[in-house]
């Protein structure tokens, strides 16, 4: 019994020390162009930045909105709580064909996103893969559907994602894009801030 006492304290105090930021990835670099047109290195221009990294494309119907407006509803509580300035959003399309820096431009405006610290980025397909392939996202192109008005509906099956980086550009957590929970990202941020 006494031994049993003494595993079960030794588990609580060591699972009490586990970090909530349980990742620590140093991710490499990729050259990407935002939705300016401006060449972007993601993610070393972005060094004592904490990085919220959404993986999207535009024509998406359902997770990408929804990831998109999730990353809206955090930048505006770290507005309220006032450590905004030390976080940079980031949403990176996979699909550079059509993702042009205008069109994400205008995903940008049409949801009424604040650039003041949040860029859309594309880049060549085959950095967009390494991309991807580093961050363990898989986005598969699926049916495409050719609508009455000669317009073409694409899908790609993605990984609902968004990431959190450290400020030398670790990755630190993994989060469901499309039903993050605000707080828990809000807290690990935090968090980030006070390992500086």
Request: charged letters at 25%.
């Amino acid at each position: 019994m006494k031994n049993k006492l003494s595993i079960l304290l030794l588990f609580l105090l060591v699972s009490g020390c586990i970090q909530n930021l349980p990742l620590d990835e140093k991710i490499d670099n990729y050259e990407l162009i935002n939705q300016d047109s401006t060449a972007v290195v993601f993610p070393a221009d972005f060094k004592s930045k904490i990085l919220v990294v959404g993986f999207i494309f535009t024509n998406c119907p359902d997770i990408c909105p929804l990831t998109t407006n999730n990353m809206h509803l955090i930048q505006e509580e770290l507005k309220k709580e006032n450590i905004n300035k030390d976080v940079q959003f980031l949403s990176i399309s996979f699909d550079p064909e059509i993702d042009k820096p205008s069109v994400l431009k205008k995903f940008a405006e049409v949801r009424n996103l604040d650039l003041n610290n949040w860029q859309l980025c594309t880049g060549t397909q085959k950095t967009i893969n390494k991309l991807l392939d580093e961050f363990n996202v898989l986005a598969v192109q699926a049916d495409t559907i050719y609508l009455p008005n000669n317009k073409v509906q694409y899908y790609y099956v993605h990984t609902d994602r968004i990431s959190l980086l450290d400020q030398k550009g670790n990755l630190r957590k993994n989060y469901p894009g499309s039903k993050i929970n605000i707080k828990e990202i809000v807290a690990d941020i935090k968090e980030l801030e006070n390992e500086k």
